[in-house]
C-alpha cells in the first residue's frame, strides 16, 4: 500500500507500508529537508530507522500507535526484501550510521545544537570528543544511559543545553518509548533512536568495511563479531520477518 506523507509542507513523499507501519520512500536529502522543516516550524518530531528488529520489536509492545507522528525512514537490507515482496522499491537505504554524519554536518551548519542521552560512559565521550574535532564550534553535550539520573533531572540537562535535536541512545524499543513519551517535555523539536550509532562513531565499535557495506552484508560483520549479543536477531528474527512479509504481502 502507498499513502501520501502529507505532514510537513515543504515536501511530499510517498510511504510504503511494511509491519503496520508507514515508511517513507525518500532520499536522504529529502530526510534532512524534512528534519530542517520540523526545527523551522517548531514541530516536536520524532525520528525512527525502521529495521527488521524494529518491526519485530513493535509487534511485542505498545509502540506502533505511538510512531503514528513520527517520520519513519527505511534501515538495512530486510527492508528492502520486504518492499520487494510487496512489489514496491525504496529509492534509497536510509541507515542511521550513514544518515546522521550528514545531520551532524547539518546541525553544525545552522548551528541547531546536540543533546545525546544514552550509550556507555566511555562510548559517551569518545563520541562527544569526535564530534568536537570534526565539527568545532557545534553545541553537543549528553548524558550517559547508566547512570542514576531521574527523568526529570535528564529533561532539565536536555532543556538547560540549549539544544534543537535530541539523540538517544538506548536501544530499540527503549529508545522509541522514551522519545514518544518525553519528547514534547524538552525544548528539542527532533528526537531521533539512534542505537549503536554512538559507539560507532565514536570508535568503541568497529563499522564494517567499505566492502561489506556495498555488498549489503553489514549485518554479517556485526554477526562474527558480537554473536552472543546479535545471534538471534539476524538468525532467528530476521528469516522470521521475512517469512512474516512473505505470508502477509499484498494480493
Not at 77 to 94: H, S
Amino acid at each position: 500500500m502507498i499513502s501520501t506523507h502529507e505532514q510537513y509542507s515543504s515536501v511530499t513523499i510517498p510511504t510504503v507500508t511494511i509491519g503496520h507501519l508507514e515508511i517513507l520512500n525518500c532520499t536522504a536529502d529529502d530526510g534532512l529537508r524534512l528534519i530542517s522543516d520540523a526545527i523551522e516550524y517548531q514541530t516536536p518530531t520524532q525520528v525512527v530507522f525502521v529495521n527488521t528488529h524494529v518491526v519485530n520489536k513493535i509487534h511485542r509492545t505498545p509502540l506502533a500507535p505511538m510512531l503514528d507522528g513520527a517520520i519513519k525512514f527505511n534501515d538495512g537490507v530486510g527492508m528492502d526484501i520486504a518492499a520487494r515482496i510487496n512489489g514496491f522499491r525504496f529509492v534509497e537505504n536510509l541507515n542511521g550510521t550513514d544518515f546522521l554524519p550528514r545531520l551532524l554536518h547539518k546541525s553544525w551548519l545552522e548551528q541547531w545544537g546536540i543533546f545525546v542521552y544514552g550509550a556507555q560512559p566511555n562510548a559517551l565521550n569518545h563520541f562527544i570528543d569526535k564530534v568536537n574535532r570534526t565539527f568545532p564550534g557545534l553545541s553537543i553535550s549528553g548524558i550517559d544511559g547508566y547512570g542514576n539520573a531521574s527523568c526529570d533531572e535528564i529533561i532539565r540537562n536536555i532543556n538547560a543545553s540549549g539544544a534543537r535535536i535530541l539523540l538517544v541512545a538506548l536501544g530499540v524499543p527503549e529508545q522509541e518509548i522514551w522519545l514518544a513519551s518525553h519528547l514534547e517535555q524538552t525544548s528539542c523539536l527532533v528526537g531521533i533512536g539512534v542505537g549503536a550509532f554512538v559507539d560507532m562513531y565514536g570508535g568503541t565499535i568497529t563499522r564494517a568495511p567499505k566492502m561489506w557495506r556495498l555488498v549489503r552484508c553489514e549485518w554479517l560483520w556485526r554477526l562474527v563479531h558480537e554473536p552472543r549479543r546479535l545471534w538471534r536477531r539476524y538468525l532467528v528474527e530476521g528469516p522470521g520477518f521475512l517469512y512474516w512479509s512473505l505470508q502477509n504481502r499484498d494480493r
